[in-house]
């Protein structure tokens, strides 16, 4: 048996962190779903009292209507990002290998991790590539990897508590970088060897790696495999 064979090795280790994952994500959007249904039950019982004052006669302000109707309109968007994020998501354990664009899905780990980013009051930035050849690779596990990136970066922000993405393109291979982050050496923190990381890399034919003095970390793909 191979050790990198996908449908065989180490689901033990790579499975409840999958599961765990997903739950996070899910719970998270799910979490954004209340948050837009919340505002936009306010508003509508301000439209129903404002509606309520025009029927007794009261003289009600046009452009309280239109303020009312543009708050709810702008979290119906958010509402229809936040469904599109949660169905590219779900669809990412369609298919246990295709080809995907890293970008695209480091966009999307982004949005994820726009939630967790804010609570920690952390920027979460990217720089993409020019352009970015198709990696073929699990979709699904190159979004968990890519998170438990972020998470771990998120810690490590530097001062002005920003965390910059960045895709490097180098022969056969696509990178992925972490950095802007603190500077770091000898604290017992490891990327490369970290116990829900090794598995994930291992999986994916990923190369972790960290430059502690740099402030900066990732890893990178073969672009077939």
Known sequence: MKAQDPAAWAWDEIGPEGLRFYGKMSASISHEVKNVLAIINENAGLLNDLVMMAERGVAVEPQRLVGIAGIIGKQVRRADLIAKNLNRFAHSADHLQGDVDLAEWVELALALADRFAGSRGVRLEFDPAP????????????????????????????????????IEVA???????????????????????????????????????????????????????
Request: hydrophobic share 40%.
């Open 131 to 166: 352009t970015t050849p198709p990696v073929k690779t699990s979709p699904f596990f190159l979004l968990n990897l890519i998170w438990l990136g972020l998470d771990l970066a998120m810690e490590l922000a530097g001062p002005d508590k920003t965390v910059l993405l960045q």
């Open 171 to 225: 022969g056969e291979r696509l990178g992925l970088v972490y950095g802007h982050l603190s500077p770091w050496a000898d604290n017992g923190w490891d990327f490369v060897t970290d116990s829900r990381v090794r598995p994930l890399a291992l999986l994916l034919g990923a190369h972790p790696w960290q430059d502690g003095k740099s402030g900066r970390f990732g890893f990178d793909l073969p672009r077939e495999r």
